[in-house]
């Protein structure tokens, strides 16, 4: 039996970044709302305690904060002639769950795409030729980053950034990324001061022609009270950031930058350990009328509300819809369709350098503190004579020396013995890993769907991810890792072992929960599920918020660009939506 | 309706009541905050075995004495506490799975697809350390703790490398894996989850474990850091003697 409860104004799916950035926007306009969120309430006081946070087997591998495949699982194939199964533990990437999202245990690394990003099939094709992008599916955003640089300082004030700005108004400034795109100021909050194994890579790159700068971190660098009035405190280099939650209120998260003031707010309302299983559609199917959720016990309710905001991360999000019925479901066949459509993830590859004499103290460490060079990011050099699109970005940020995960050994040491425990010894201290994130291209064949045979705990069907990492993307990551090389080279160590990217995309290892597409947002409905405000084409009281919006990724981390698509969305509703409810903001 | 849940249901409200299963909560208004609402790790106890039988604990403990051999590095993976570590291990949520999906069907999966049996880890150990128990008597001529350090180390390498081949639903190379990651996570972490004594690992290679400030070593390049490793567990044993 279904509950039906009483009518809100807005219901919110998902309490992580982007539900309470929309929650806390939406409250100053006086309305009515609710977040559902599946996993329970958390906070700093109370949860993340430093006299035990820094629990490596708890927390990086029993993954307590996390979503648990046996909650709700995922299955993959490589490609359509494959029968998918379920990843019957998260590996690759690792959904979050609970009041905060993933956003409570990320690393922090906080990026902006540049403008061509944006634009990419124009540009691309404008700069190349269609030709070049033959076997990609790519799309424009439809909005631009000229466009979302409000929205983008808004979050990186929010969240009190950490990094240097290198274009102001199109002045290149020293110590910043000179290939950034211009943006109007600074970010709020100077660098990190950094360790050793970052400042050593910061002189190699430069001796070999690159133009590194400190990575823009939301692990902070000082003491910081954001424009809510939220204070934060600065990161003591403690090591443990990405899997766990910070107990020093040091790495922003919706508990550390929102809630605080979110949660006072009389006209919100948070329910937790409601997972939301549907959105439901009137007869028309063009109109939503709230969400069916069931709490722990199993009880269902229904939630009427007038506008629904899914914000339950890029994969969730289109698991909903395609469970909803929102959009046409893509069909790599015929290349119609639009919901799972352009799934896109990350290409990453890696280098270690082993030292004889070196202690770099690896346990010194912020989840995203380190150096980049961006100098083959993007389209921030020329690919003209290449063979590819796309790049990425060559970071070497070393998260952490937590030794369970963390032992590099050379290649040939056996795995156990007296052999392994004395090469693990000595390259403790003295290695540096550094790794390059490569952009993530959409292809015709890669998407999300229902799967046919596997189910939920109530026997509704899983997710479905049909993907591998495109030719395209094969041969930029390849050319990355060359330049990667030269760095490494540039560093005169002893040994240097590469984990470069190939063929087939593996769920098993960790690799990035950098999921994103399958909701994308552009200009054209029958190539993009959203259009440019992040509602949908197909029921316009739905606003699907996430990364799942990126048409494709490019070569860095996404929440920087998921933060500002918040913002960017909540303007939409505050200053458009809202006149004329229930209507599409596009054509 | 567990403790947790109790204590919450004064700060906030439920939103509906029925069987004693905790319910989604219902706040606003105000961030809810409620005295001793984490969730502290229970130190393990050596003493008794909670998942392993007595012919078991001899294999596994002469298994986590060749993965970590005694050296002038440290002392033994069994006086480190390995098995007591992977006993507990597998007499919780890990042995039984609870956090995996477990659903059927069980089909043979590509390499890029994962594990794909339907036994538990837990049901891992039990079948694999009987038919580890079997091969190597059968192949080496003598029960496993009775063989020269050498032969030993050839009867875990054959297992390994997958040249061993064990009877039944087992997958030699795998359950090789599992007890050697299993083994490594004893070693390394925290000594509260019952292995890593007196934090053998960590003085080892240099980690110094639970310290949470290093703001005054950052700038410090090069130079290797001063003070020794700390735990969770002393630093439960310390708020517990106040
Ligand atoms: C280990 C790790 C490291 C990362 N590091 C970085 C980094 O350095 N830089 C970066 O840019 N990004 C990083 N990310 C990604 C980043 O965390 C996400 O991009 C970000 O949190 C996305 O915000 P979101 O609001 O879309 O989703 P989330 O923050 O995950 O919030 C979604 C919420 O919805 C809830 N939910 C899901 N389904 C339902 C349902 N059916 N009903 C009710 N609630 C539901 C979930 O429980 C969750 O709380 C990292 C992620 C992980 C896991």
Redesign the pocket.
């Known amino acids: 039996m279904t509950t039906i409860l009483p009518k809100k104004d807005v219901v919110i799916?998902?309490?992580?970044?982007?539900?309470s950035i929309l929650a806390n926007e939406l409250a100053d306009e006086g309305l009515d709302i609710v977040a559902?969120?599946?996993?329970p309430w958390r906070d700093t006081a109370t949860d993340f305690n430093i006299a035990y946070m820094q629990d490596e087997l708890r927390y990086a591998i029993r993954k307590d904060l996390?979503?648990h495949a046996s909650e709700?699982a995922m299955t993959m194939r490589n490609n359509t002639s494959e029968t998918a199964l379920p990843m019957r533990d998260y590996g690759s990437?690792?959904?979050?769950?609970?009041?905060?999202?993933?956003?409570v245990?990320?690393?922090?690394?906080?990026?902006r795409f540049y403008d061509s990003d944006f634009e990419l099939k124009s540009h691309l094709t404008e700069r190349y030729g269609a030709d070049r992008l033959a076997d990609l599916t790519i799309e424009d955003w439809g909005v631009t980053g000229r466009e979302l640089e409000h929205s983008y300082d808004r979050f990186e004030q929010l969240a009190g950034i950490s990094g240097k700005a290198g274009n102001i108004d199109g002045r290149i400034e020293e110590g910043g990324n000179p290939f950034e795109s211009p943006r109007k100021r600074d970010y709020p909050l100077p660098p990190n001061r950094m360790p050793y194994g970052p400042a050593l890579f910061a002189d190699a790159a430069k001796s070999a022609g690159f133009h590194p700068f400190p990575t823009p971190a939301?692990n902070l660098s000082q003491n910081y009270v954001n424009p809510l009035g939220v204070a934060m405190g600065q990161c003591s280099y403690c090591g443990f950031c990405?899997?766990f939650a910070c107990a020093n209120y040091s790495k922003s998260s919706?508990q550390t930058c929102v809630l605080p003031v979110l949660m006072r707010k009389p006209n919100f309302e948070l329910r937790s350990n409601?997972?939301?299983?549907k959105i439901e559609l009137a007869k028309d199917g063009k109109t939503a009328r709230g969400v069916t959720?069931v709490d722990t016990s199993g009880r269902e309710f229904f939630q009427p509300a007038d506008l629904v905001l899914v914000?339950?991360?890029?994969l969730?999000?289109v698991r909903?819809m395609l469970l909803s019925g929102i959009g046409q479901p893509y069909d790599p066949a015929t290349g119609e369709g639009t919901t799972g459509r352009n799934y896109c993830y990350q290409t990453n590859a890696g280098v270690t350098v082993f030292f004889d004499d070196k202690n770099f103290n690896p346990f010194i460490a912020g989840?995203?503190i380190g150096q980049t060079a961006d100098d083959f990011n993007g389209d921030s050099f020329d690919h003209s004579a290449l063979d590819f699109v796309g790049g990425g970005g060559i970071n070497c940020i070393p998260t952490s020396g937590r030794p369970i995960q963390h032992r590099p050994v050379p290649k040939g040491t056996p795995k156990w013995g007296s052999a392994w425990k004395k090469a693990t010894k000595e390259a403790y201290q003295s290695t540096l890993s550094f790794g390059v994130q490569g952009s993530s291209y959409a292809a015709r064949g890669n998407y999300l769907s229902l799967d046919p045979t596997y189910k939920d705990r109530y026997g509704v069907p899983l997710l479905r991810m049909t993907f591998d990492f495109p030719d395209n993307d094969i041969r930029m990551s390849h050319y990355l890792s060359d330049r990667a090389l030269e760095i490494a080279k540039a560093m005169g160590g002893r040994e240097i072992a590469e984990a470069r990217r190939d063929k087939s995309w593996n769920s098993v290892p960790y690799q990035?929960?950098?999921n994103t597409g399958g909701a994308i947002m552009g200009s054209d409905p029958t190539k993009s599920a959203l259009n440019k405000y992040l509602q949908s084409w197909d029921v316009a009281n739905v606003f699907v918020?996430?990364?799942s919006a990126f048409p494709q990724n490019a070569g860095?981390?996404?929440?920087?660009t998921?933060g500002a698509l918040?913002y960017w969305a909540a303007d939409a509703i505050r200053n458009q939506y809202l006149r004329n409810p229930g209507k599409g903001l596009v054509g | 309706m567990n403790r947790r849940t109790f204590l919450t249901t004064t700060a906030v409200g439920l939103v509906a009541l029925a069987s004693g299963v905790a319910q989604a909560r219902s706040i606003s208004g105000a961030v809810p905050w409620e005295a001793f609402a984490g969730e502290p790790p229970t130190p393990v106890t050596p003493g008794g075995w909670h998942f392993f039988q007595p012919r078991e604990v001899v294999l596994m403990e002469a298994i986590v004495d060749r993965l970590i051999p005694a050296d002038d590095l440290s002392p033994s993976g069994r006086d480190c506490g390995c098995v007591v570590y992977v006993d507990r291990q597998l007499a919780g949520s890990f042995g039984e799975a609870a956090r995996l999906y477990m659903k059927g069907p069980f089909l043979p999966g590509l390499p890029t697809q994962g594990y794909q049996n339907s036994l538990t880890p837990a049901g891992r150990y039990r079948a694999g350390l009987a038919a580890f128990d079997k091969a190597v008597s059968d192949t080496f001529g003598g029960r496993f703790e009775t063989l020269s350090p050498g032969k030993q180390d050839q009867a875990l390498s054959e297992l390994e490398t997958g040249k061993l081949k064990l009877s039944g639903k087992v997958d030699g190379k795998g359950f090789f894996a599992l007890v050697l990651e299993n083994t490594m996570e004893g070693f390394f972490a925290d000594p509260v989850h019952g292995g890593n004594r007196d934090m053998a690992s960590w003085k080892m290679i240099g980690f110094p474990g639970a310290r949470y400030d290093y703001r005054d070593w950052v700038d410090q390049h090069d130079k290797p850091y001063p003070r020794g490793p700390v735990s969770i567990l002393g630093n439960i044993v310390q708020a517990k003697a106040g």
């Open positions: 799916i998902g309490l992580g970044w982007t539900g559902l969120e599946r996993g996390f979503l709700e990437f690792l959904p979050g769950r609970g009041v905060g999202g993933a956003g245990h990320w690393n922090g690394h906080t990026w939301a990405e899997r919706p409601s997972d939301v299983r959720y914000c339950a991360y890029a969730h999000n909903l989840g995203a990035s929960t950098h918020i996430g990364a860095k981390n996404p929440t920087g998921v918040a």
